[in-house]
């Protein structure tokens, strides 16, 4: 069976931020990806409290990202602290963009 795999690491210091099989362990929505617990591979995510409010989404909080290198980046990553009942994935989940100039993505097929 074919599944995709995703790792996803800060560009400057090669630290890998996530790293595992797309679906539920790794979910990719609007662009984005929403990582669970499990396959977060890092502890740089920090909440700066810099609330936000998405209409269907509902609350989340702006998290900055410190790299092992000691480089910064602000507002890289989100979490819903008040989520939608009826979007699981994105329950109290990491989320990152798919697309930002920090970071690099690369999907794969593994075959297991």
């Not at 609007?30 to 920090?46: D, Q």
């Not at 509902?58 to 507002?75: G, M, Q, T």
Request: some cysteine.
């Amino acid at each position: 069976m074919n599944k995709k795999w995703v790792k996803i690491t800060h560009r400057e210091s090669q630290a890998i931020i996530a790293e595992g099989p797309l679906g539920w362990g790794i979910t990719p929505f609007e662009g984005n990806y929403y990582i669970g617990s499990r396959y977060l591979k890092t502890a740089g995510f920090k909440a700066n409290y810099r609330p936000g409010l998405c209409p269907y989404k509902f609350l989340y909080v702006w998290l900055d990202f410190e790299a092992p290198n000691d480089s910064k980046i602000k507002n890289l990553g989100w979490k819903y602290w008040l989520p939608n009942p009826l979007l699981p994935f994105i329950w109290f989940r990491v989320a990152i963009p798919k697309y930002h100039p920090e970071i690099t993505v690369v999907e794969s097929t593994n075959i297991s």
